[in-house]
């Protein structure tokens, strides 16, 4: 990001979380800087702040000066341009705040590597094989991947996107109206990327397909994801993030909170202690996408029926670390036709 840009990345410790997202999707910069009212530095803010404060259970409207990170690598208008170079190799980040002899703010440095685009070996896994049964009569004759959302099928969107981050060595599971999809996609050639399938004889559950992936895959993390989902995930974020920490399986997970409509009372035996009028509760939701390492394949025969969450838990009981990664972008699920017709209308203001 050129210096004369950097105001658009700056925000006041008193502005909210929801602030610093919209900053963080809408601007190419991965970084939010924050001043006081005098206009000085006193933290910054990144996508990995605002997941870790999303697990703490901080909200949107929470200030910023309450989760940011408080001390900063910076470098003064003074430094050679050779020594904020090593700085930001030495500390491995991406970009780094310039700042004067007050601590205010004068531009913003980046390393050139952030700009370039990688390509990855991970394959992608995305599952296709669903009946779409709530989506009916739509999913009569189609099947809901290739339903269009705006201008072309959401499994086609999704594509583009894998593509757009680098990735190019795809997968799909298949198994209602399954021709129809081999059809549309091909082998991926029209796009510019391998495409495989597998196909379900029956029906095996959100995971036990993973059984079916074909020996000899490169000895990576595979990334997976329902092929009914909009998001605006960023995919190299997601997987720089499982591999920093090291556990077999990352979930991403969608904040959701729910209202009781009525007070709730607490009692001792008889005596109430407390009510708590229309309570919220705070939970974690799975968002259907996932990082897994090729571990976990080993143990799916690819005939036995097995979900998602029942394969993680299985996991966890054998204390291997699964790992959750808490999106704020935006994330819908095409499951009913409310949220059919929800991303029709959205599309267009997305990609």
């Known amino acids: 990001m050129h210096r004369h840009d950097w105001k658009k ?47 703490h259970h901080y909200g949107v409207d929470d200030k910023l000066m309450d989760f940011m990170h408080k001390s900063p690598v910076t470098a003064f208008v003074k430094d050679k341009r050779k020594n904020i170079i090593s700085i930001m190799k030495n500390k491995s980040i991406f970009q780094i705040p310039i700042i004067d002899s007050n601590r205010k703010i004068i531009g913003i440095e980046t390393l050139d590597c952030l700009l370039e685009k990688k390509r990855y070996d991970n394959p992608v896994f995305l599952m296709a094989g669903g009946f779409g049964s709530r989506l009916k009569p739509l999913t009569d004759d189609i099947p809901k991947p290739l339903l269009n959302v705006g201008f072309q099928p959401i499994m086609e969107t999704i594509l583009k996107q894998f593509i757009e981050f680098g990735f190019y060595n795809f997968f799909i599971s298949t198994h209602y109206k399954a021709d129809l999809v081999r059809k549309y996609f091909g082998d991926g050639s029209d796009w510019g990327v391998n495409i495989e399938y597998v196909y379900e004889e029956s029906p095996l559950g959100t995971a036990g397909s993973l059984g079916l992936l074909p020996d000899g895959l490169p000895d990576l993390p595979i990334l997976m994801m329902n092929s009914d989902l909009l998001t605006k995930v960023n995919f190299n974020q997601l997987l720089d993030f499982h591999v920093a920490q090291g556990g077999v399986a990352t979930m991403c997970v969608r ?53 998602m969450p029942n394969l993680l838990a299985d996991q966890i009981k054998m204390n291997k670390q699964v790992n959750t990664f808490p999106i704020h972008e935006y994330w819908l699920d095409i499951g009913r036709m409310e949220e059919y017709k929800q991303a029709n209308r959205e599309i267009s203001t997305l990609f």
């Open 255 to 307: 904040k959701y909170d729910f209202q009781v409509p009525y007070g709730v009372i607490q009692t001792n035996d008889q005596k109430i202690t407390s009510i708590i009028e229309k309570p919220i509760h705070k939970f974690f939701i799975n968002a259907g996408i996932y990082v897994l390492n090729p571990s976990i394949c080993k143990g799916i025969d690819g005939a036995s029926y097995i979900d």
């Open 9 to 55: 990345i700056t925000l006041n410790e008193s502005k909210s979380m929801q602030s610093a997202i919209k900053i963080l999707n809408d601007e190419q910069s991965k970084i939010v800087m924050v001043v006081n009212n005098y206009g000085k530095l006193v933290g910054t803010v990144t996508d990995g702040d605002i997941r870790r404060a999303l697990i």
